[in-house]
């Protein structure tokens, strides 16, 4: 048994690659059955929505004052003639998924999205019939192999990481799974198993999975209630002394005042990473801000 956790743990890196290295289509299709509830896809959209912070939001060592939304629309079909449509978004988080201190924010933003539309051609060419992990095991070659191109046409200073290249594909992913879960009248998180899954972990993991579904990792149910955070950046202000000039638009604006406004109990910070003397402090001080406002509630 402890022998099969560290294992687990350290999940063939070695066989990630040689899975990433075969030929997308035939590593998928080779010795697998079809499965009545594989969907085929039909149509592929993507569209952009730009938003405006409240106020800057710091995290990393950067502040951003605004968010790029990619949404995705698909429609798949199922071996039985059953369309459905299905729908995915992911906010373009290229601060974090593809940080860079020598190309600027718009530079980095523009790859993803020059990416996003490469994508969304190759996602909608793909006209096998599967599973939707199945699929985007087959693809993720595709996109990775697409990022490069991309960065080689842009000319960027750096390249395209692989982290950015799967958030970028990461709502067509969403998008897919949606559309088969309609199309099944059934939580795509409960398509998981063997009646739907035309092949075990072991075909992605390695055979230590051999016989495990993705199932048994995921809950196949919605919870009834789902845990709140109150996300404090980090340049947000603290207590009074740290605002240099209210907003004053009837929102809070210290950790206190949210506290009160929305009976928060769940506090998650953002770091700047590059001080650790000074974010030490900064966490000490929201945790004793908090608990004394708690006190007073």
Not at 49 to 59: D, H, I, N, V
Not at 245 to 272: M, S
Request: overall charge positive.
């Amino acid at each position: 048994m402890q022998r099969r956790r560290k294992i687990r743990r350290e999940i063939s890196r070695r066989a990630l690659l040689r899975a990433a290295a075969v030929s997308p289509a035939a590593a998928l299709f080779r010795g697998v059955s079809a499965k009545p509830t594989d969907i085929r896809i039909e149509e592929v959209s993507h569209s952009y929505e730009e938003y405006l912070y409240r106020t800057p939001y710091k995290f990393g060592g950067r502040a951003v004052d605004r968010v790029t939304l990619l949404n995705v629309h698909c429609a798949v079909r199922t071996r039985g003639g059953r369309v459905a449509k299905g729908f995915g978004s992911m906010p373009l988080g290229n601060v974090w998924s593809f940080p860079s201190k020598v190309m600027s924010y718009d530079a980095t933003l523009g790859a993803m999205r020059t990416l996003a539309g490469r994508i969304s051609k190759i996602t909608s060419e793909y006209k096998e019939t599967a599973h939707p992990v199945e699929i985007n095991h087959a693809l993720e070659p595709a996109y990775l192999k697409e990022a490069e191109t991309v960065s080689a046409e842009l000319k960027l200073t750096s390249p395209i990481p692989k982290l950015c290249t799967l958030v970028t594909a990461s709502p067509f992913d969403a998008a897919i799974h949606d559309a088969f879960g309609k199309a099944l009248d059934r939580n795509c998180y409960d398509t998981y198993g063997p009646d739907c899954m035309a092949g075990d972990l072991s075909r992605y993991l390695g055979p230590d999975f051999r016989g495990e579904y993705l199932q048994q990792y995921v809950k196949t149910q919605p919870a009834p209630r789902t845990p709140l955070f109150h996300s404090v950046g980090a340049g947000d202000p603290i207590t009074e002394e740290d605002i240099q000039r209210r907003i004053n638009d009837g929102l809070p604006e210290t950790l206190p005042e949210w506290i009160q406004y929305n009976g928060l109990v769940r506090i998650k910070i953002k770091l700047n990473g590059e001080d650790l003397a000074g974010d030490l402090e900064r966490v000490t001080k929201i945790d004793r801000v908090t608990e004394e406002t708690q006190k007073k509630r």
